[in-house]
Each structure stands twice: as structure tokens, then as C-alpha cells.
């Protein structure tokens, strides 16, 4: 709880700055000083403290918060991100603006004789000369709101895009990933691998029971979940997550513990998805026999675990020391990150989550600074890794550039 809370002050912060920043380029440039500017004041401060108290009342409980919250965030992210997009078009007209009155200012060519009268000396005004107008500042202020009305219609556009895809269907992605050491009998063995359902304020039964049937079509040989399950007790959503004893496969489903089980009662979440029938892969690994191979499905709790009481954090060495290196090994860990570590086990794929694929683009961007792989399979010091882009989503109910995802995982032998 005390992370969270942690979070969300710096993300008030954060988005009171944001804010700031809106207010000015939405509503200071917009208007002129009078009713609207005041009203447009009161609205930025209202929808500023909107952000953090939509975070802490869904934590409460208050679930009507999320949707107008959650919401109002994706659509200021894309306010922010078109708005500063703009500025540097915006400051080369504004330039241009100010050197065209400058160059349509009247000029005099030589100085005109002083007149002496009885009040003093006075210029005569010259024949047929008015005062040039000044056209800057109301130049500035259709400019200014057009380039409003732009970022609002994008931002809206995107952010209505971005709903409908996050709500919509996962996408099934197929991916067949080469392994070493698979034996030739093994070949072809499928493991259906989601990640981040997210089962929350926003997503509830009927997201699970979707996300459920999809995998069971694809009648994979192991389940693979590997974390952010949930946003919530299993008191609040146990019910939601209930559907997950109906996954089949043929050699049993499996679950590590992502960043998100530790906000939610880690303890709670693991004995409940036992109960469901997956089996929960705490720093430890399971021997799989198929098809007259053997292979070495090992998980280890989140990296969030460190420091945290609640549970051990990851623990490698009781995952992947003593086993036998001639057998392949696919290891389930929520974040992309494990992998440096996993890689001095000789871990041969790694399957993970997390990322949400960037989630919103271009804060995909930014995701990929602290992980070494977003989305897909890529490799990190010689461990294969393949992120899964996540079923569901967290806050913002939007997805842009990321779809829903579960993903099949064909093993090949080389």
C-alpha cells in the first residue's frame, strides 16, 4: 500500500505539472483575461486533481472513479504529446507573424519640421498617414486556438481509437522460436502465454471468461500466465478470476506472480490460483514430459518481491541451479528485466510479460529504457526473450499501437 501511495504522489506531482502546461497553451493563449480564462482555470485544477484521486479511490474501492479518471489520463497524455509536437511549427509561425507587422510599420524618410505653437514644439502629423495597427496579438490568439482545436480533435480521435481496440478481442500472435537443445521429438511443442489481465476497476468475469475460451481453441500442450493478473483482493475479485479452472492443455497451466500481485494481497492471490488449478512456479521449476523429451519449466517470483515482506523476491539459483544442462529450459518471468540475470543460468527462452507492448504509444518509448525488450522475441546476452503484449490493460482503458494480446509459442527443434 505505502508503493502505491508513493506512486501516486509523485504522479500528482507529475501530472500538476502537466497541467500547467495544458492550462497555458489551452486556455492562458486561448482567451483574453475575463469570465471564460477563470472558468477554464477552475476546470484544469479540477481535472489535475482528478488523476491521483482516481488512482487512490479505486484503491478504496471507489470504482466509479476509473472510468472518467482513467479516461481523462489517456486523453491528456495525447493533449501533451500533440501540443509539444506543435511547438516548434507553432514558434516558426509566430516568428514569421511578428516580422511581417514589423516590415508593414510606417517608416519616415527624413525628419519633418517642428511646428512652435503655444502649447510647444509639436510634430505635424504627415499627409495622409494613420497609425499602423498592431495585428500580432490577435494573430497570436487565432493561432494559438487553432492549434487548440487541432490537438483536441487528434487527441480525441486517438484516444477513441485507442478504446476501442484495448475493449476489443485479444489478437492471437504465433510466434515458432528455435530452441538448441529441444529434442527432435519435442518439436513443435506449443505453449499459450498471456500476460497482464488486469482484472480491475474496469475488466471483470467476462474479460476472463473470453480471454479462457480463446486459449482453450488453441488446445496448447502448456498455460503459461505469467503475472499482473490482477488490480484488487481476491475478496474483490475472486469471482472474476474464477473462470481460470476452466483452462485446458495437456500437460497443466502454470503462473508466476507480476508486479501488480504484490499490490494486491501476493499471499492471498497465490493460494487462490492454486485453488483454480494453476500451478504457481515460486523460484522453482517442473519437469515436463512429452512426447519422449523432457524439458524444464521453471518460474521465479517478480522482481518487485525485493524488499517488499510480503514475499521471497526471485531466487534463480533455487529455480535453475542442480538441473541437468543438456535439457532445455524456458523460464516464466513477468518482466523482461530477469533475463540478465536469467541468462547466467544458461536459460534458453524466457517468456514475459509486463510491458503491455509500450501500451500507448509513444510512451512505448519509454518503456523500452527500463526493459531490454518491449514486444516480440528478442535476445539479451545470448537468453532468447519473447513479451507478450498482455490481454487486458492498466489504467487508461486504451490501447494504441499495442493490441491485446495472447500469444502461442511454437518450439522448434534447430
Known amino acids: 500500500m505505502m508503493a502505491v501511495l508513493g506512486f501516486v504522489a509523485v504522479l500528482a506531482l507529475v501530472t500538476g505539472l502537466i497541467h500547467l502546461y495544458l492550462w497555458k497553451r489551452l486556455v492562458r493563449d486561448t482567451t483574453t483575461p475575463g469570465r471564460w480564462r477563470r472558468i477554464g482555470g477552475i476546470a484544469a485544477l479540477v481535472l ?112 477513441g481509437y485507442g478504446i476501442r481496440t484495448a475493449l476489443g478481442p485479444p489478437h492471437l500472435d504465433r510466434v515458432r522460436i528455435p530452441l538448441a537443445k529441444l529434442p527432435r521429438s519435442m518439436d513443435g511443442l506449443r505453449i499459450a502465454t498471456v500476460s497482464d489481465i488486469h482484472l480491475g476497476p474496469l475488466r ?42 476452466d483452462l485446458r492443455s495437456r500437460h497443466g497451466s502454470f503462473f508466476v506472480t507480476g508486479n501488480h500481485e504484490y499490490y494486491s494481497g501476493v499471499e ?14 515460486q523460484n522453482r521449476r517442473q519437469e515436463i514430459q512429452a512426447r519422449g523429451g523432457v524439458l524444464d519449466l521453471a518460474g521465479v517470483n517478480d522482481l518487485t518481491a525485493v524488499g517488499t515482506g510480503l514475499a521471497a523476491g526471485p531466487d534463480f539459483a533455487a529455480a535453475l541451479g542442480d538441473r541437468d544442462p543438456s535439457r532445455p529450459v524456458v523460464l516464466l518471468a513477468h518482466q523482461p528485466l530477469a533475463a540478465k540475470e536469467a541468462a547466467r543460468y544458461g536459460v534458453d527462452l524466457q517468456l514475459s ?15 523500452g529504457l527500463e526493459q531490454p525488450v518491449v514486444s516480440g522475441l528478442g535476445e539479451v546476452d545470448g537468453t532468447k526473450v519473447y513479451v507478450t503484449n498482455g490481454a487486458g490493460f492498466w489504467g487508461p482503458p486504451v490501447r494504441v499501437g499495442a493490441e491485446p494480446q495472447i500469444s502461442l509459442v511454437e518450439l522448434r527443434s534447430a
Not at 492471498?268 to 512456479?281: C, I
Not at 509500450?358 to 510512451?363: A, I, L, N, T, Y
Open 204 to 245: 471483470g468475469r467476462a474479460h476472463t471468461e473470453r480471454i479462457v475460451a480463446a486459449i482453450n481453441r488453441l488446445d496448447a500442450d502448456i498455460v503459461a500466465v505469467v503475472g499482473d493478473l490482477v488490480d484488487g483482493s481476491v475478496a474483490e475479485l475472486g469471482s472474476a478470476a474464477a473462470p481460470l479452472r
Open 48 to 159: 489535475a486533481l482528478l488523476v491521483p484521486v482516481t488512482l487512490a479511490g479505486t484503491q478504496a474501492g471507489l470504482y466509479w472513479l476509473a472510468w472518467p479518471g482513467y479516461l481523462w489520463l489517456a486523453l491528456m497524455f495525447y493533449l501533451l504529446v500533440v501540443l509539444v509536437v506543435l511547438e516548434v511549427p507553432m514558434l516558426v509561425a509566430r516568428l514569421v507573424l511578428r516580422r511581417r507587422v514589423v516590415a508593414a510599420e510606417p517608416t519616415t524618410a527624413a525628419p519633418e519640421p517642428v511646428l512652435v505653437g503655444a502649447a510647444g514644439p509639436t510634430e505635424p502629423p504627415a499627409a495622409g498617414a494613420v497609425a499602423a495597427p498592431d495585428h500580432d496579438p490577435s494573430r497570436r490568439l487565432m493561432l494559438a486556438r487553432g492549434a487548440a482545436i487541432f490537438a483536441g480533435l487528434t487527441a480525441t480521435g486517438v484516444t
Open 268 to 281: 492471498e492471490w497465490v493460494q487462490e490460483v492454486d485453488r483454480l488449478g494453476l500451478r504457481v512456479l
Open 353 to 367: 510479460g509486463h510491458t503491455h507492448g509500450g501500451q500507448m504509444v509513444p510512451f512505448n518509448l519509454a518503456v
